[in-house]
């Protein structure tokens, strides 16, 4: 009897082990799969939507981890998780890419204008006999300083733009969009309808 | 009208440009004293709007002009 209950439980134990690695080499695939898509889209979703990036990097690790503890079941659901996230990350980063390609389109056909008419205004000033009432020395010397660091950011600005990183370009745009609305109102200038709000 | 600045006719919302709308009484010479607190520099806004002033004296109200 005890010979009996010996064989069966080595029989089960063999069965076990047959099936865990049954399921062990489809955890393996999945895995590998959703890892290689990922490696494949990963530098350009960085550029534009790092945290769906991290959520997708996050289920990969979930599904390597509970396959380092032989739950090869929880890895394979895990790494079909993560898959599903890495499919949607490249609609999601060319949606995004669009998204802040408009807006800096928009900024570029702003921004220097108003930076042009500044400049243009600043110099009539600087050969004027007396400024206009409601412009102080002080204001009209704040504006032109105002002026140079605008045209500085600017051009940092349109760097970040040409060398791909469009969330630094758009964030340098929006300072300088601000600080000229501020120098246009106090030399007395109309703010372009699209610079306001 | 003549306290703000005003936008020229199909001036888009981006577009940065100044103008000015000519009101009864006013000269180059009130415009610039208005803009640049210098009537000497009316020269200045005759010149940026040489497309449609023949002659500084020569005006009339409700003209737009550009005020660099």
Known sequence: MKKILSIATVLLFAISLGACSQAKGPAEAAIKAAEDALNAGKAEAMKYIPDQVKAAEDALKAAKDAFAKGDYAAATTAATNASAKVKDLAAAAAAKKAELTKAWDEQSKLLPDMIASIKSRVDVLSKSKKLPANLSKEQFEGAKKGLAEIDKTWGEASSAFKGGGMADALAKAKSVKQKAVEIMTTLGMKVPEAAKG | ?68
């Open chain 2, 1 to 68: 009208m003549a306290d703000e600045p005003v936008q020229g006719k199909g001036e888009d919302a981006s577009d940065a440009t100044q103008w000015h709308e000519v009101q009864k009484g006013e000269t180059l010479s009130k415009i610039a004293e208005r803009y640049y607190g210098d009537p000497g520099l009316y020269n200045t806004i005759f010149e940026a709007n040489r497309d449609r002033l023949k002659d500084p004296n020569l005006i009339r109200i409700g003209q737009k002009l550009r005020i660099p």
